[in-house]
């Protein structure tokens, strides 16, 4: 097992770039760290191109996960460790992993999240980590939500991200492909129309479109959904958090 004790390693350079959305572009890669996100991957059977770990993690590696990637292991010392992650105690194990290519048709059965512009990286992890909780197929994120790569957003999945298909696409392209395979697309807004989301009766397999935080869906998306629905408040706050929303959503519907 080769051991990387600096940082201006050549290895470690690029690995270093994957915290960038240029550098994980560029190489079609993405780091994740942590034992529990790593152990998912392992179970989901992606490709996992390296494996990093410190001498804590060597000592400590309850679930066998070097065993199971020794070629693809480095040890790396804390230094190195800390260098590399995103968080004020590095866990001490990274995994650098090939990004999934884009099927070129997509069968869209069953119930899906669609995030229209939301920005936020935690609650895209979120929604994300809550639509593998209520079942759902998968989720679609526009092209300009935040980037699943992103070490905020994996973190917020925790692994989720190996459980659903995730796609990025223009969302003018997805509406009318999920209604050609007749699944009805239900977008979140208030107005005249919009309904009351109890007074739904939602049939098996639909999409649902949660808007940006702070503008809500593109308006040119508006037209082109089923139905609009909308939480009631009964309290003073004039809005949900649009994580808390979807998933009071994903759960009811």
Do not use: C
Request: hydrophobic residues 40%; aromatic residues 6%.
């Amino acid at each position: 097992m080769d051991y990387i004790t600096s940082v201006k390693n050549e290895k470690i350079k690029e690995i270093k770039k994957l915290s960038t959305v240029k550098g994980r572009r560029h190489q079609h890669l993405y780091l994740i760290e942590g034992e529990h996100l790593v152990n998912e991957a392992l179970k989901s059977q992606v490709n996992i191109k390296e494996l990093l770990v410190t001498e804590n993690f060597i000592n400590h590696d309850e679930h066998h996960i070097i065993k199971q990637l020794y070629n693809q292991t480095t040890q790396i010392s804390d230094n190195v460790a800390q260098h590399l992650s995103a968080l004020v105690t590095p866990p001490g194990i990274f995994a650098v992993i090939a990004q999934p290519t884009t099927p070129t048709t997509i069968n869209y059965q069953g119930k899906w999240l669609v995030l229209d512009q939301v920005q936020d990286p935690g609650n895209v992890g979120t929604m994300i980590r809550t639509a593998d909780a209520a079942g759902y197929q998968g989720v679609v994120l526009s092209t300009d939500s935040a980037d699943i790569y992103a070490p905020k957003v994996q973190r917020a999945m925790q692994g989720s991200q190996f459980h659903l298909q995730l796609l990025r696409a223009d969302l003018e392209q997805v509406i009318p492909a999920f209604q050609k395979q007749k699944l009805p697309v239900y977008g979140t807004l208030v107005d005249d129309q919009a309904l009351n989301y109890r007074q739904l009766t939602a049939p098996e397999e639909f999409a649902l479109i949660m808007g940006n935080e702070a503008h809500g869906m593109q308006a040119e998306l508006i037209p082109l959904v089923d139905k609009n629905l909308y939480i009631p408040l009964v309290g003073q706050a004039e809005s949900l958090n649009v994580a808390i929303a979807a998933g009071i959503l994903m759960f009811s519907l």
